[in-house]
């Protein structure tokens, strides 16, 4: 059997030539690392299932978005990139238990996956209406939100 040789990527590239292609790469990944970190995520610290939705103010005014199915102990990513408002609202539902985490700002949602613009008359324009959680990241790049069994342990930044 043979195995297959170990060729370098510049074989006859100078040592210090080499060095600054790793450097240029460990930077280049450092770079990228920090800017996949602005984003507004949701973690699941429960067993269950969670279905989550996202409320906040684009160009075209109020939007809503969901549903993502979050399972137990992981994470989701709900917006990629630099948060664009300082404030985001928040619905999600124990699909196992049929809990919910809730707030007191009302925007529609749908029953299978959605993205709404508008909040306003939801039962009229054939949706739902729940209640969201505001939270307000005081223009953070990033945001992430856990969810847990435990009240008060719901938010956190960066």
Do not use: H
């Amino acid at each position: 059997m043979r195995t297959k040789s170990y060729r370098p990527f510049f074989p006859k590239a100078s040592g210090l030539f080499q060095a600054g292609l790793f450097l240029f790469a460990g930077f280049l990944a450092l770079s990228v690392a920090d800017e996949a970190k602005a984003e507004f995520r949701v973690c699941n610290g429960t067993q269950n299932l969670v279905g989550v939705a996202i409320g906040y103010r684009a160009k075209e005014g109020w939007m809503t978005e969901g549903w993502w199915q979050v399972p137990a102990t992981t994470c989701a990513t709900l917006i990629e990139g630099e948060l664009q408002s300082r404030y985001y609202y928040l619905y999600a539902e124990d699909a196992a238990r049929g809990g919910r985490w809730t707030g007191d700002v009302n925007m529609c949602v749908a029953e299978n996956e959605f993205k709404i613009t508008g909040v306003e008359d939801c039962f009229a324009r054939g949706f739902q209406r729940m209640g969201f959680k505001e939270y307000d990241t005081g223009r953070q790049g990033s945001w992430m939100v856990q969810l847990s069994d435990t009240p008060g342990t719901q938010e956190s930044q960066n």
